[in-house]
């Protein structure tokens, strides 16, 4: 996998979704993102960007398995591709952007009303058994074990994240079960999304671009990337259960 590959994937992808789009989306939430995490924003304000964020991934997650996932099932080969061509860099930039925002936005949400108390370990511990699986897991996907970019991004954040372990281990204590429940959905929603989907949509791609795309390749990727964004949709719904059970119990 060369530089030109790794760069040339994301403008290539970026051109298909529409430049426009792909770029707001990542731009809108990172801004989102780094307001919240700026402590200007009010409580009421990082609610809103946290429960917008996660209607909007669950959603879509939920439309493409339950709705256009048994659509595109009843194509041909050819059809269900030309869908896919057009759907898959939308939400390649769409979804990660939604799914990041929800994520940082609901645990800094969390610490903030109190809900998450001696967090730092457990972080620690969240960031490790994120990192290590979905790198793996997209190394895998990818084919890349053997690229020296992927090896030393793989050892930095292999031995970034267990020494962060290692130092905060020490203070590990108790947290309330739905906090720790929804830890685990969530390590689940992200090494899902980010080593198994997220290196679907980008060998869909590679496969639109190569010299002589197969539509059997990308009609089989686009429609099992469906049904796991569907499962992913399940769990998400099951995580808001948990957060309603969350607020509900301290008021």
């Known amino acids: 996998m060369s530089t030109r590959s790794v760069s040339g994937t994301i403008r290539g992808l970026g051109k298909r979704a529409n430049p426009a789009f792909a770029g707001g989306v990542v731009g809108v939430s990172l801004l989102a993102l780094g307001y919240v995490l700026s402590g200007e924003a009010s409580v009421e304000v990082h609610t809103y960007v946290h429960v917008m964020a996660g209607l909007l991934w669950t959603g879509t997650d939920l439309f493409i398995g339950t709705v256009l996932g048994p659509v595109i099932g009843g194509l041909d080969k050819e059809e269900s591709a030309a869908v896919f061509t057009r759907l898959t860099p939308k939400t390649t930039f769409f979804l990660p952007a939604m799914a990041l925002l929800t994520i940082a936005g609901g645990i800094t949400l969390a610490q903030r009303l109190g809900y998450f108390p001696n967090s730092e370990p457990w972080l620690a511990l969240f960031t490790a058994a994120n990192l290590i699986p979905a790198l793996l897991l997209a190394g895998w996907r990818l084919n890349v074990f053997g690229d020296r970019r992927w090896q030393a991004l793989f050892g930095v954040a292999a031995v970034g994240s267990l020494a962060w372990v290692a130092t905060a281990v ?23 999304g980010f080593g198994f989907l997220l290196p679907g949509e980008i060998r869909m791609y590679q496969e639109m671009t190569s010299a002589d795309p197969d539509s059997g390749v990308i009609a089989r990727i686009g429609a099992r990337n469906a049904k796991l964004g569907g499962l992913q949709g399940v769990m998400q719904l099951l995580l808001i259960g948990l957060m309603v059970s969350l607020r509900w119990s301290v008021v």
């Open 170 to 192: 020490g203070d590990l204590a108790s947290i309330p079960l739905v906090v720790a429940l929804s830890l685990g959905i969530v390590t689940l929603l992200s090494v899902l």
